[in-house]
């Protein structure tokens, strides 16, 4: 009996990305869009370094040492941060685990290639904008449509803790208006929260629907000019010039790098210093791990300090440190 000859490498990745995605593991469009970016750099980094044309690629080419390679160039030369080369291994990965049940011939050469590690990486602390800041920057003139947006917008991002991709998602029949103000957010992983509003959010976002009457159900709300969703970009730019803005009253704004997710990280401190348990402010921010939450009570200098004033000091009497007299005579001789 003739053994089944082994699937190409072409025919894989089109039933990976096809009835493998879509079908049995159902990822959101965003991932997909990930691993395709992952797979269109490798196959340009064998061609440019291998002589190895995409349509001539092997399963049998994506061994450890092409892998090791192509993770390094992703670092070295296209300056990717360890984060992201950890996502594109993952990607990588996913992949190798489908092919590893289609193609048995390769087996060995898919195993070996699965072991390349995530690389460690030293987690930085977690920036912040402080209240006072916070509130400046939010304070965007409302004499314009487009001021009128990003102010409803910047007050919406500080009152949830939003994620961008959840924030731009955000369409008119997610709020609720009544005696319970809320707003639905659809989070990483298809997972959907309520978060409470407050009430000057909740009179900002009644003032701008009666201002838009052309905003229906359906409708992105926060639209751009063209009544079109917002993208990352449109609300990176906006909040630039926002901060910028701020500047002219808070300076030190100046020197910090300040992006829609440090927005995220500056509601969940000023939940931290308010007393809300971490493991609440996990299910707040849609965190997949209370662990997650941890990294905020590590950046709150103040919180370690009003810890420190609790303990009570030890009463050690501080001798003073007198040299050995060998030690003292070399060094005046210096």
């Known amino acids: ?60 080419d994506l061994n450890a040492e092409f892998l090791a390679g192509f993770l390094d160039y992703l670092e070295l030369e296209r300056k990717n941060c360890v984060r992201t080369r950890n996502s594109r291994l993952a990607a990588i990965r996913s992949f190798l685990k489908f092919a590893a049940r289609r193609d048995l011939i390769n087996l060995a050469t898919i195993e070996q290639a699965r072991t390349v ?30 001021g009128q947006r990003d102010r409803l917008m910047f007050s919406l991002l500080f009152n949830t803790g939003a994620r961008v991709s959840e924030i731009i998602g955000v369409r008119v029949s997610d709020v609720e208006l009544g005696p319970s103000n809320h707003i639905r957010l659809r989070g990483k992983g298809r997972k959907q929260r309520s978060l409470p509003l407050w009430k000057s959010t909740a009179t900002a976002v009644r003032q701008w629907l009666k201002h838009n009457p052309q905003l229906h159900a359906d409708t992105p709300l926060l639209p751009r000019r063209d009544g079109q969703a917002m993208t990352r970009v449109n609300v990176v730019l906006r909040l630039k010039l926002a901060v910028d803005a701020a500047a002219n ?73 007198r040299p050995p007299k060998g030690v003292m005579d070399f060094l005046t001789s210096l």
């Open 1 to 60: 009996m003739s053994q089944k000859p082994a699937p190409s490498f072409a025919d894989l990745v089109q039933e990976f990305f096809g009835s493998y995605a879509l079908n049995q593991r159902a990822l959101s469009p965003q991932t997909i869009a990930a691993y395709r970016d992952t797979f269109v750099m490798m196959l340009n980094y064998a061609e440019k370094t291998k002589a190895i044309q995409y349509h001539h690629f092997k399963l049998t």
């Open 117 to 146: 590690p995530m690389k460690r990486f030293d987690r930085p602390m977690l920036g912040f904008v402080p209240h006072k800041q916070m509130l400046a920057i939010m304070d965007v003139p409302t004499d314009t449509w487009v």
């Open 249 to 321: 009253r808070y300076p030190e704004l100046k020197e910090m790098r300040i992006s829609p997710h440090i927005i995220r990280h500056s509601t969940a401190m000023c939940l931290l210093q308010s007393g809300i348990d971490p493991v609440e402010i996990a299910l707040w921010l849609g965190h997949e791990s209370p662990v997650t939450t941890h990294q905020y009570v590590e950046a709150d200098l103040a919180m370690k300090e009003r810890a420190l004033a609790r303990l009570k000091q030890p009463e050690i009497k501080q001798a003073r440190y």
